[in-house]
């Protein structure tokens, strides 16, 4: 009998099935003494492909969705000082979207887990070459640990290109390492100045195949989403019916 693959949350293979006994280095089951809890493995990080969805300004209400699930902490770390839930509100109601691209990763659930906001900046980027763009992130606490910051971070790299920007910007607090991680790993030069961070990565310039991947990608996730929708809705559907029944 063939063993079926499992799959996580987000509807993708998992690295390691659940049971599989790993070294506590690689996020598997730890064993303990008789009798104790065993700890709690890491999150698994996910393989292969992740569909991330192009967002759009009719998508406002579950951007401020995703937001308000973010913690005081989060919230302080995502948009450098404390900001109130109206605050946020208002930086929904003030996305360009003609002007800037948002992406977003979703759950299986439909629940937007993670959001990008690739903003463009006004001026000329270092070196008074070209145009840059400033990349934002946040995601909820149960993406966390699956590297969907670093995708999201590649995936706003090719779009700039696109957007034909020469630099990509991110504009942290210094006590925010995961984000500062992803820019250092993506070759980004970083500047501290006190509390504050900012980091600079230089752009290849776009091609056909930048082109190409952002629309095959962009297809593809939508694509992906719409069928999980019709399950979800025609699941609904018939687990209504039966409740009827």
Do not use: C
């Not at 991680?181 to 500047?191: C, D, F, Q």
């Not at 095959?216 to 025609?234: D, F, N, P």
């Amino acid at each position: 009998m063939t063993r079926k693959t499992p799959h996580d949350r987000f509807g993708l293979p998992m690295a390691t099935p659940p049971g599989d006994t790993t070294h506590p280095r690689d996020g598997g089951d730890v064993h303990t003494a008789a009798g104790a809890r065993p700890a709690k493995p890491a999150p698994r990080r996910l393989d292969g492909w992740v569909p991330i969805r192009d967002l759009h300004a009719r998508h406002r209400s579950r951007i401020i969705d995703h937001l308000l699930h973010l913690d005081e902490r989060d919230r302080y770390l995502r948009f450098g000082s404390q900001v109130s839930a109206e605050q946020m509100r208002r930086y929904v109601a003030s996305i360009d979207f003609h002007r800037d691209e948002v992406f977003g990763i979703f759950n299986s659930r439909l629940q937007l887990v993670a959001v990008a906001h690739l903003a463009a900046l006004p001026g000329i980027a270092p070196g008074g070459q070209g145009r840059a763009m400033e990349f934002g992130v946040s995601v909820l606490p149960a993406g966390r640990g699956k590297g969907l910051g670093m995708r999201l971070f590649k995936h706003a790299m090719v779009h700039a290109r696109n957007q034909h920007a020469s630099h990509m910007m991110i504009h942290a607090l210094t006590e925010n390492a995961p984000m500062l991680h992803i820019a250092a790993k993506a070759g980004a030069v970083i500047e501290r100045d006190g509390p504050e961070a900012e980091a600079w990565l230089k752009l290849p310039p776009d091609n056909f195949a930048s082109h190409f991947d952002s629309s095959v990608q962009s297809i593809a996730a939508e694509a992906l989403y719409r069928v999980k929708y019709r399950v979800l809705h025609i699941s609904a559907w018939l687990r209504s019916l039966a409740s009827v029944n």
